[in-house]
């Protein structure tokens, strides 16, 4: 049986903002698939966080092409629970997708080339049921590739019907210059950036951040919370049920030191006294960088999205919080 949204889904239009200087809003908060909706996790706990997202008034839902694992998973369970619960909401929803990172075997199942970004779309619309896509990502350069080969891949999507807008991730500034330039002159405006930006990783504002304002770019800042660093997980130690104590692929043992740790409790005392958790800390602190649109944001747990939503009530700092946080993370 098909799922019927909250009534009050809509209640905080404030929630939505515009994407650069598109016509397009995205909320504040949209929920990543990249971890829990793969093979292994549970199909009922993964239908509930996307739905409950949805109640929450969160209409953008992203993804890759191999976000799993497997890679295609995460891509087949949100098909199929837009197919059996959202169907009739597909108007509300903003899809995104990327194509960038090794998918399939041999030499067209990588990076940037035409072939691979085109073919990695239609296997993308397969597997989520779709006509199209809202938002088709180049999800990284590729020194081997010319970027008018992998902008013009992107402009035929769009010119095709099967992607609305073009967006890039993971591009330096002058990469993201460039793109933005063959995007526009192929008549496929470049909408979005998606980079990874946290307290602890703040690499975009080497210039980034200045070039997506230049060019009317809006930022989707991936890893808000640094894989959960930037949350009340590690504060004593490392949880066996945690990121790390599980799973060290993303975020290893030996990172967590004891200096980074008297960091994460610093913020958090500062966060606290904000009436915030830290996570919802961090991510009000990326909502006030002008630049940002939208913070994705993961999720074991639909109490989880719930808590993230708390950072959107209170994303103003004062320039005393913001100089106090400066010094908690230059010691």
Not at 272 to 301: C, D, H, I, N
Request: proline content about 6%; glycine content about 10%; overall charge neutral.
């Amino acid at each position: 049986m098909s799922h019927q949204p909250a009534s009050t889904r809509y209640d905080h239009p404030g929630l939505y903002r515009p994407c650069g200087r598109s016509g397009l809003k995205l909320p504040a908060l949209s929920l990543g698939l990249w971890h829990n909706f793969g093979g292994a996790d549970q199909p009922a706990n993964s239908r509930a966080l996307i739905l409950r997202a949805f109640d929450l008034g969160i209409t953008h839902f992203d993804l890759a092409n191999n976000y799993g694992p497997p890679a295609g998973a995460a891509e087949e369970t949100f098909g199929r629970v837009l197919r059996e619960d959202l169907a009739a909401y597909r108007d509300e929803l903003i899809v995104s997708t990327k194509a960038g990172y090794d998918m399939w075997p041999g030499p067209y199942g990588d990076h940037g080339s035409r072939k691979y970004l085109l073919a990695s779309l239609d296997q993308s619309l397969r597997r989520l049921g779709l006509a199209y896509v809202d938002i088709f990502y180049s999800h990284r350069p590729d020194p081997d590739t010319p970027i008018e080969e992998t902008m013009g891949a992107l402009a035929h999507a769009v010119h095709g019907g099967k992607a609305l807008y073009a967006g890039i991730s993971n591009y330096n500034p002058e990469q993201t210059a460039r793109a933005a330039k063959v995007l526009r002159d192929l008549g496929a405006p470049c909408l979005i950036h998606q980079p990874r930006y946290n307290l602890f990783d703040r690499w975009v504002e080497g210039g980034l951040l200045e070039v997506l304002q230049r060019e009317g770019i809006g930022a989707i800042a991936f890893s808000p919370l640094a894989q959960g660093l930037l949350s009340n997980r590690y504060l004593t130690g490392i949880p066996a049920d945690s990121r790390a104590g599980h799973d060290p692929r993303f975020l290893r043992p030996d990172q967590i030191t004891e200096a980074k740790r008297g960091q994460i409790r610093a913020l958090d005392g500062l966060a606290r006294v904000r009436g915030q958790s830290l996570a919802q800390m961090a991510v009000a602190w990326l909502l006030r960088q002008p630049a940002v649109t939208s913070v994705l944001v993961g999720a074991s747990k639909a109490s989880q999205i719930e808590d993230s939503l708390g950072a959107v009530t209170n994303a103003a700092f004062s320039t005393d919080e913001l100089v106090r946080i400066d010094r908690i993370l230059a010691g």
